[in-house]
Antibody, heavy 117, light 108 residues
Framework: QVRLQESGPGLVQPSETLSLACSVS????????WNWVRQPPGKGLEYIGF???????NYNPSLKSRVTISVDTSRNQFSLKLTSVTAADTAVYYC???????????WGQGALVNVSS | SSDLTQPPSVSVSPGQTARITCSGD??????SYWYRQKAGQAPVLIIYQDTERSSGIPERFSASTSGTTGTLTISEVQPEDEADYYCQSADTTGTYVVFGGGTKLTVL
């Protein structure tokens, strides 16, 4: 079983950087890919990207220029940074674990981030 | 193309069969996955690798893929099946994840 919990500010100013962390409870951190997915209010899911335990990353091409996902294996944690945010980045941000690079087996409960002044 | 297209909504009466489709050019080459998202909750993986049910998912849930269209079938629909359902796959190269727009299943 894998448990994930997002944490971070619920309000970010426009043009600033959104930062979230995901704390993971898992038997073997290296068995999974660690992902971020977001969902604007009332809309569908959007893949942001993943990080593997060795630091390898994969990002959605539409967000790639603004996204960094990093991992801290010593703390069983991974993080998301999204720069130059606008109101369009307001969403529930989910962290998720994948046993393969293209599926999401376990999800956190989600963290709502509002981008507003 | 990496787009996945789902109908925005499907409505059925309890006990009937609901079918939700997902169309995309990559589906003949890439596995499809299905998630159920109930109101205010995180998505849950219910189908993986085109047809396999996740642990704990009732046999009423099944899926298939033919050509560029995948179909999630829910037999004997129950009120608790009311949710948003998302298909997910990868682009034709298998590099990037893509989600369908989601289908709201209403149980009348």
């Amino acid at each position: 079983q894998v448990r994930l919990q997002e944490s971070g500010p619920g309000l970010v100013q426009p043009s600033e950087t959104l930062s979230l962390a995901c704390s993971v409870s898992v038997a073997s951190f290296s068995d999974y890919y660690w992902n971020w997915v977001r969902q604007p209010p009332g809309k569908g899911l959007e893949y942001i990207g993943f990080v593997y335990y060795n630091g390898d990353t994969n990002y959605n091409p539409s967000l790639k220029s603004r996204v960094t996902i990093s991992v801290d294996t010593s703390r069983n944690q991974f993080s998301l940074k999204l720069t130059s945010v606008t109101a369009a980045d307001t969403a529930v941000y989910y962290c998720a674990a994948s046993s393969s690079a293209t599926r999401f087996d376990y999800w956190g409960q989600g963290a709502l981030v509002n981008v507003s002044s | 193309s990496s787009d996945l297209t789902q109908p925005p909504s499907v409505s059925v009466s309890p006990g009937q069969t609901a079918r939700i489709t997902c169309s995309g050019d990559a589906l003949p080459k890439q596995y499809s996955y299905w998630y159920r998202q109930k109101a205010g909750q995180a998505p849950v993986l219910i189908i993986y690798q085109d047809t396999e049910r996740s642990s704990g998912i009732p046999e009423r849930f099944s899926a298939s893929t033919s050509g560029t269209t995948g179909t999630l079938t829910i037999s004997e629909v129950q009120p608790e099946d009311e949710a948003d359902y998302y298909c997910q796959s990868a682009d034709t190269t298998g590099t990037y994840v893509v989600f369908g727009g989601g289908t709201k299943l209403t149980v009348l």
